[in-house]
Antibody, heavy 119, light 107 residues
Framework: QVTLKESGPALVKPTQTLTLTCTFSGFSLTTSGMRVTWIRQPPGKALEWLARIDWDDDKFYSTSLKTRLTISKDTSKNQVVLTMTNMDPVDTATYYC???????????WGQGTTVTVSS | DIQMTQSPSSLSASVGDRVTMTCRASQSISRYLNWYQQKPGKAPKLLIYAASSLQSGVPSRFSGSGSGTDFTLTISSLQPEDFAIYYCQQSYSTVLTFGGGTKVEIK
Protein backbone atom coordinates (compact mmCIF):
# COMPACT_ATOMS: atom_id res chain seq x y z
CA GLN A 1 0.00 0.00 0.00
CA VAL A 2 1.36 3.38 -1.03
CA THR A 3 1.05 6.18 1.52
CA LEU A 4 2.50 9.66 1.91
CA LYS A 5 2.26 11.96 4.90
CA GLU A 6 3.27 15.59 5.20
CA SER A 7 4.63 17.04 8.42
CA GLY A 8 5.85 20.41 9.57
CA PRO A 9 4.90 23.43 11.63
CA ALA A 10 1.31 24.60 11.60
CA LEU A 11 2.31 28.20 12.24
CA VAL A 12 5.29 30.18 11.03
CA LYS A 13 6.11 33.86 11.33
CA PRO A 14 6.66 36.16 8.37
CA THR A 15 10.25 36.06 7.05
CA GLN A 16 10.88 32.65 8.61
CA THR A 17 11.87 29.56 6.66
CA LEU A 18 9.34 26.73 6.37
CA THR A 19 10.57 23.14 6.33
CA LEU A 20 8.11 20.42 5.33
CA THR A 21 8.77 16.70 5.27
CA CYS A 22 6.98 14.13 3.15
CA THR A 23 7.39 10.64 4.58
CA PHE A 24 6.29 7.87 2.26
CA SER A 25 5.98 4.10 2.15
CA GLY A 26 5.08 1.46 -0.40
CA PHE A 27 7.44 2.69 -3.10
CA SER A 28 11.05 3.72 -3.51
CA LEU A 29 12.50 6.93 -4.88
CA THR A 30 15.41 4.90 -6.20
CA THR A 31 13.13 3.21 -8.73
CA SER A 32 13.64 4.50 -12.27
CA GLY A 33 10.81 6.84 -13.28
CA MET A 34 9.63 7.58 -9.76
CA ARG A 35 9.13 11.16 -8.59
CA VAL A 36 7.63 13.10 -5.68
CA THR A 37 5.88 16.44 -6.14
CA TRP A 38 4.87 19.20 -3.74
CA ILE A 39 1.64 21.14 -4.33
CA ARG A 40 -0.14 23.76 -2.25
CA GLN A 41 -3.63 25.18 -2.04
CA PRO A 42 -4.46 28.50 -0.35
CA PRO A 43 -7.84 28.55 1.38
CA GLY A 44 -10.64 28.59 -1.20
CA LYS A 45 -8.22 28.74 -4.13
CA ALA A 46 -6.87 26.45 -6.82
CA LEU A 47 -3.99 24.00 -6.64
CA GLU A 48 -0.49 25.36 -7.24
CA TRP A 49 2.44 23.15 -8.25
CA LEU A 50 5.61 23.92 -6.27
CA ALA A 51 8.43 21.49 -6.96
CA ARG A 52 9.35 17.96 -8.01
CA ILE A 53 12.29 15.66 -7.32
CA ASP A 54 13.06 12.64 -9.46
CA TRP A 55 14.63 9.25 -8.80
CA ASP A 56 17.86 10.46 -10.43
CA ASP A 57 17.91 13.58 -8.19
CA ASP A 58 16.76 15.94 -10.93
CA LYS A 59 14.87 18.85 -9.37
CA PHE A 60 12.30 21.21 -10.86
CA TYR A 61 10.71 24.32 -9.37
CA SER A 62 7.81 26.68 -9.87
CA THR A 63 8.99 29.63 -11.93
CA SER A 64 7.48 32.18 -9.56
CA LEU A 65 8.85 30.54 -6.40
CA LYS A 66 12.13 28.98 -7.49
CA THR A 67 14.31 31.51 -5.66
CA ARG A 68 12.65 30.53 -2.38
CA LEU A 69 12.31 26.76 -2.74
CA THR A 70 14.68 23.86 -2.19
CA ILE A 71 13.66 20.21 -2.56
CA SER A 72 15.77 17.26 -1.45
CA LYS A 73 15.41 13.57 -0.72
CA ASP A 74 16.68 11.07 1.79
CA THR A 75 16.12 7.68 0.21
CA SER A 76 17.30 5.82 3.31
CA LYS A 77 14.48 7.42 5.30
CA ASN A 78 11.92 7.47 2.45
CA GLN A 79 11.55 11.21 2.88
CA VAL A 80 11.37 14.29 0.65
CA VAL A 81 11.97 17.67 2.23
CA LEU A 82 10.79 21.03 0.91
CA THR A 83 12.08 24.30 2.31
CA MET A 84 10.57 27.67 1.52
CA THR A 85 12.36 30.80 2.65
CA ASN A 86 11.04 34.24 3.53
CA MET A 87 7.50 33.12 4.33
CA ASP A 88 4.67 35.63 3.89
CA PRO A 89 0.99 35.55 4.88
CA VAL A 90 0.11 34.85 1.23
CA ASP A 91 1.91 31.51 1.64
CA THR A 92 -0.81 30.37 4.05
CA ALA A 93 -2.08 27.16 2.48
CA THR A 94 -2.49 23.42 2.71
CA TYR A 95 0.66 21.77 1.44
CA TYR A 96 0.49 18.35 -0.20
CA CYS A 97 3.04 15.87 -1.44
CA UNK A 98 2.18 13.30 -4.10
CA UNK A 99 3.78 10.31 -5.75
CA UNK A 100 4.34 11.06 -9.40
CA UNK A 101 5.40 8.11 -11.54
CA UNK A 102 6.54 9.15 -14.99
CA UNK A 103 3.64 9.86 -17.37
CA UNK A 104 1.07 8.56 -14.87
CA UNK A 105 0.02 11.76 -13.11
CA UNK A 106 0.10 12.39 -9.36
CA UNK A 107 -1.46 9.09 -8.45
CA UNK A 108 -1.28 9.01 -4.66
CA TRP A 109 -1.50 12.10 -2.44
CA GLY A 110 -0.83 12.75 1.19
CA GLN A 111 -3.57 14.13 3.41
CA GLY A 112 -1.98 17.59 3.39
CA THR A 113 -0.67 19.80 6.15
CA THR A 114 -2.01 23.27 6.85
CA VAL A 115 0.49 26.07 7.30
CA THR A 116 -0.51 29.51 8.54
CA VAL A 117 1.86 32.44 8.23
CA SER A 118 1.15 35.04 10.87
CA SER A 119 3.00 37.12 13.39
CA ASP B 1 4.92 28.77 -18.19
CA ILE B 2 2.05 26.95 -19.88
CA GLN B 3 -1.29 28.40 -18.79
CA MET B 4 -4.24 26.06 -18.29
CA THR B 5 -7.74 27.53 -18.58
CA GLN B 6 -10.78 25.55 -17.45
CA SER B 7 -14.36 26.28 -18.39
CA PRO B 8 -16.87 26.73 -17.08
CA SER B 9 -15.64 27.77 -13.65
CA SER B 10 -18.80 26.23 -12.21
CA LEU B 11 -21.84 24.35 -13.41
CA SER B 12 -25.07 23.08 -11.96
CA ALA B 13 -26.34 19.66 -12.91
CA SER B 14 -28.71 16.98 -11.73
CA VAL B 15 -28.04 13.38 -10.85
CA GLY B 16 -28.06 11.35 -14.05
CA ASP B 17 -27.00 14.25 -16.27
CA ARG B 18 -24.16 14.01 -18.75
CA VAL B 19 -21.58 16.61 -17.77
CA THR B 20 -18.74 17.97 -19.88
CA MET B 21 -16.02 20.40 -18.91
CA THR B 22 -13.06 21.67 -20.87
CA CYS B 23 -9.43 22.55 -20.32
CA ARG B 24 -7.37 24.60 -22.76
CA ALA B 25 -3.58 24.90 -22.77
CA SER B 26 -1.78 28.04 -23.88
CA GLN B 27 0.40 25.92 -26.18
CA SER B 28 0.34 22.39 -27.47
CA ILE B 29 0.92 19.81 -24.74
CA SER B 30 0.34 16.70 -26.88
CA ARG B 31 -1.57 14.36 -24.55
CA TYR B 32 0.27 15.28 -21.34
CA LEU B 33 -2.90 16.18 -19.49
CA ASN B 34 -4.24 14.82 -16.21
CA TRP B 35 -7.57 15.33 -14.44
CA TYR B 36 -8.20 15.36 -10.68
CA GLN B 37 -11.28 15.46 -8.48
CA GLN B 38 -11.27 17.25 -5.15
CA LYS B 39 -13.95 17.12 -2.50
CA PRO B 40 -14.13 19.61 0.38
CA GLY B 41 -11.41 19.11 2.96
CA LYS B 42 -9.83 16.26 1.02
CA ALA B 43 -6.73 15.79 -1.09
CA PRO B 44 -7.22 15.67 -4.85
CA LYS B 45 -7.73 12.30 -6.49
CA LEU B 46 -6.34 11.33 -9.88
CA LEU B 47 -9.09 10.41 -12.34
CA ILE B 48 -7.51 10.49 -15.79
CA TYR B 49 -3.88 10.56 -16.93
CA ALA B 50 -2.38 11.03 -20.37
CA ALA B 51 -5.58 12.73 -21.54
CA SER B 52 -7.73 9.60 -21.74
CA SER B 53 -6.36 6.80 -19.55
CA LEU B 54 -8.63 5.94 -16.66
CA GLN B 55 -6.82 5.62 -13.34
CA SER B 56 -7.27 2.28 -11.64
CA GLY B 57 -10.38 2.17 -9.46
CA VAL B 58 -12.06 5.18 -11.07
CA PRO B 59 -15.60 4.51 -12.33
CA SER B 60 -16.00 4.13 -16.08
CA ARG B 61 -18.54 6.99 -16.21
CA PHE B 62 -15.49 9.28 -16.21
CA SER B 63 -13.73 9.74 -19.53
CA GLY B 64 -11.21 12.12 -21.00
CA SER B 65 -10.40 13.17 -24.52
CA GLY B 66 -8.35 15.66 -26.50
CA SER B 67 -4.85 16.43 -27.59
CA GLY B 68 -2.79 19.48 -28.44
CA THR B 69 -4.43 22.40 -26.67
CA ASP B 70 -8.04 21.33 -26.08
CA PHE B 71 -9.19 18.66 -23.66
CA THR B 72 -12.49 17.45 -22.24
CA LEU B 73 -13.56 15.59 -19.12
CA THR B 74 -16.96 13.92 -19.36
CA ILE B 75 -19.08 12.32 -16.67
CA SER B 76 -21.61 10.18 -18.52
CA SER B 77 -24.19 9.98 -15.74
CA LEU B 78 -23.60 12.24 -12.77
CA GLN B 79 -23.79 10.55 -9.39
CA PRO B 80 -24.26 12.18 -5.97
CA GLU B 81 -20.64 11.48 -5.06
CA ASP B 82 -19.40 13.35 -8.16
CA PHE B 83 -20.22 16.80 -6.84
CA ALA B 84 -16.74 18.25 -6.41
CA ILE B 85 -14.14 20.48 -8.01
CA TYR B 86 -12.27 19.13 -11.03
CA TYR B 87 -8.78 20.29 -11.98
CA CYS B 88 -6.72 19.70 -15.09
CA GLN B 89 -2.93 19.67 -14.97
CA GLN B 90 -0.33 19.59 -17.72
CA SER B 91 2.82 17.50 -17.47
CA TYR B 92 4.30 18.44 -20.85
CA SER B 93 6.67 20.96 -19.38
CA THR B 94 9.08 20.39 -16.51
CA VAL B 95 7.26 23.30 -14.86
CA LEU B 96 3.85 21.78 -14.19
CA THR B 97 0.68 23.86 -14.01
CA PHE B 98 -2.92 23.35 -12.93
CA GLY B 99 -6.08 24.89 -14.26
CA GLY B 100 -8.29 27.01 -12.05
CA GLY B 101 -10.87 24.27 -11.58
CA THR B 102 -14.50 23.56 -12.47
CA LYS B 103 -16.92 23.25 -9.58
CA VAL B 104 -19.79 20.83 -10.18
CA GLU B 105 -22.79 21.73 -8.04
CA ILE B 106 -26.20 20.20 -7.47
CA LYS B 107 -29.03 21.76 -9.45
Amino acid sequence: QVTLKESGPALVKPTQTLTLTCTFSGFSLTTSGMRVTWIRQPPGKALEWLARIDWDDDKFYSTSLKTRLTISKDTSKNQVVLTMTNMDPVDTATYYCARTPTERGMDVWGQGTTVTVSS
Amino acid sequence: DIQMTQSPSSLSASVGDRVTMTCRASQSISRYLNWYQQKPGKAPKLLIYAASSLQSGVPSRFSGSGSGTDFTLTISSLQPEDFAIYYCQQSYSTVLTFGGGTKVEIK
